[in-house]
């Protein structure tokens, strides 16, 4: 999906009719930030916000998905490519996570093997210290690339004002985190919480 083309699409709507950024925000029960940042083309509505959204603007699902009115004689068409980008999309992010799993799992194998070496081989000190350095860049990558697969595998969903966002690595390194939830900053309403992450739309 084109989330610039959805966002000028969403912006023309609302100005079509008369209405403010503000003022689509407060029919949804969000920030005005919220309804910029899909404007500008930097995330698309969560996907409980996506029949409100189409009911405020008096637009279809799979007009807001095209980013364009559909045509009653291309509908059938335009809904059939909104639901195959949809699940390609949830695909790719399936897989960036088992990617991301597996990565993390070499890595545990590769480091605890070059420290248990490191530490039950008779081997010169310089040798010992290479391992262990080696098993600490190791480490280091590994970690690394499991974040940065696992950052593009979905998004996160803010609790408080329910828009969906991908963190910058930076964010998501430094984020606390349980299996499913990770504390990180909503860009759209500034609050900081436990927001959840998910994989499919």
Same mark, same amino acid.
């Given at each position: 999906m084109d989330q610039s083309k959805i966002g000028r699409f969403i912006a023309d709507t609302r100005k079509a009719k008369s209405l403010t950024q503000r003022q689509l925000a407060d029919a949804l029960s969000i920030s005005d930030k919220t309804v910029s940042?899909?404007?500008?083309?930097?995330? @698309?509505?969560?996907?409980? #916000?996506?029949?409100?959204?189409?009911?405020?603007?008096?637009?279809? $699902?799979?007009?807001?998905?095209? /980013?364009e009115k559909v045509s009653a004689s291309n509908y059938q068409k335009k809904a059939e490519e909104n639901m195959m980008d949809l699940i390609k999309e949830n695909q790719e992010n399936k897989k960036r996570m088992?990617?991301?799993i597996i990565?993390?799992?070499?890595?545990?194998?590769?480091?605890?093997?070059?420290?248990?070496?490191?530490?039950?081989?008779?081997l010169p000190a310089a040798v010992r210290i290479? @391992?262990?350095?080696?098993? #600490?860049?190791?480490?280091?990558a590994g970690v690394g690339a499991a974040a $940065?697969?696992?950052?593009?595998? /979905?998004?996160?969903?803010?609790?408080?004002?329910?828009?969906?966002?991908?963190p910058t690595l930076e964010e998501y390194v430094k984020g606390y985190h349980t299996f499913t939830r990770r504390r990180l900053t909503c860009p759209s309403?500034?609050?900081?919480?436990?927001?959840?992450?998910?994989?499919?739309?």
């Open positions: 940042k899909w404007e500008t083309g930097k995330g @698309l509505p969560d996907v409980s #916000l996506m029949l409100p959204l189409c009911g405020a603007l008096d637009i279809t $699902v799979n007009d807001l998905l095209t /980013g088992i990617l991301s990565c993390g799992v070499i890595t545990i194998i590769a480091v605890c093997s070059l420290v248990i070496i490191a530490s039950y081989l008779e290479l @391992l262990i350095l080696l098993a #600490l860049a190791t480490a280091a $940065v697969l696992e950052v593009q595998a /979905g998004y996160y969903v803010c609790p408080a004002c329910g828009a969906a966002f991908v309403c500034g609050k900081t919480s436990m927001c959840r992450h998910r994989i499919v739309r």
